[in-house]
């Protein structure tokens, strides 16, 4: 109020733009603590019940080979005692059946005899199976260090963390044609980031997802729905470690602006669901291809990012005009400003001395637009119209003065290629 009476008045974006904090209510921190115990309480169970299932794996694979040893180690002293005892019971048998011939009557005695050494002969009493050393005889035993304890104690104090302030917040969001700027800052002098983490997702979603994970601090949003409110998050990861920081406080954001569309159903042009991308197709059909309607209007930047090249050509053009004119095979002509794919500049069709460099995959070509005369300049111009154009590519940009014969509050974009693969992005 007291800003008010002095006439000093914060526009409406001042606090979107960093400039204010952003409102947080005692409500938001009471919200977020309880998110943040949410989060905990699920983790720590988590944890407990990984924790467990991997014990209870151990201890039966320990089990296992406690099994394994036992009866590998068994077997062969098992078998020696069987061989004992049917050599002990052999040898009992064949006591026996001498006692019972020297028994006998002379002529059977002789008989029995004959028998019982023929038989006695082929067995070898002597023959005993070789039996394992004393040292050779395994002992099971358990190996358990418990310091293992101590080791996993520490790793659980110092496990998780909780950080009042995320390192990483939403600075400004900037609205354009069916899409946001999303610009973010280190809140942290002492947090150095090596990665951030860009999510968002519609007010009426209940599910965040990632748009954008790199080293960059700011991003484009596109499929953006006008007037459609839009929450915005982004986190960061530290140099060198895994996790990610907590999340920055949620900014929402929306685009007024009607997103830019190519003319669907022009032969020669393939279009993407949302008609934002333009691929140049095999059919020899040639001509420019425009915008649906004059979308872009003075003080707005028009941007072109060219997503895959073909084979260049110097009629080749991507630029803005007054209107749509039939008939052309490019935009270098009148009432038009254009870049060919070679950096070549054309206002009105005539080529300008300043070039810019060649279009290549992943460029992005800039038009800034400005109105110099709202009106007549003077009766030796006939009442021309003049803006003034910004192109700007690849950390290079040229400034000059286009000429119209009359105002216009809003223009057209186009681009016209003579060989296929090239494919433009506009926003």
Known sequence: TKLQEAGLVLPRDFRL????PPSFTDEDIKESASQTRDVLKQHFNDLKGTLGKLLDERLVTLLQEVDTIEQETIKPLDDCQKLIEHGVHTAEDLVQEGEIAILGGVGEQNEKLWNFTKKASHIQLDS????????????????????????????????????????VQIEELIEKPGGIIVRW????????????????????????????????????VLHIDPNVDYQFRVCARGDGRQEWSPWSVPQMGHSTLVPHEWTAGFEGYSLS???????????????????S?????????????????GQPDRRDSIGVCAEKQNGYDSLQRDQAVCISTNGAVFVNGKEMTNQLPAVTSGSTVTFDIEAVT???????????FKLRVTISSNNREVVFDWLLDQSCG?????CSFFYPGWKVLVF
Do not use: W
């Not at 007010?203 to 700011?218: A, K, L, P, Q």
């Not at 809003?410 to 186009?414: D, H, K, P």
């Open 17 to 20: 733009a960093g400039l204010l």
């Open 128 to 167: 005993l199976p070789e039996v394992p050393l004393l040292v050779d005889v395994p002992c099971l035993s358990a190996q358990l260090d418990d310091s293992i304890l101590n080791i996993v104690k520490d790793h659980i104090f110092k496990h998780g963390t909780v950080a009042s302030r995320p390192p």
């Open 185 to 220: 800052c280190k809140v942290d002098d002492d947090f150095i980031a090596q990665d951030y983490r860009l999510q968002f997702r519609k007010c009426t979603s209940n599910h965040f997802e990632d748009v954008y994970v790199g080293s960059e601090t700011e991003f484009i």
């Open 273 to 291: 669901s949302r008609r934002n991308i333009a691929l140049r197709n095999d059919s020899e059909s040639s001509g420019v291809l425009y915008s």
């Open 293 to 309: 309607a004059p979308t872009y209007f003075c003080g707005q930047t028009l941007t072109f990012r060219v997503e895959t090249v």
């Open 374 to 384: 709202l009106g007549s300049t003077n009766n030796n111009e006939g009442g021309n």
């Open 410 to 414: 809003s223009l057209y974009f186009g």
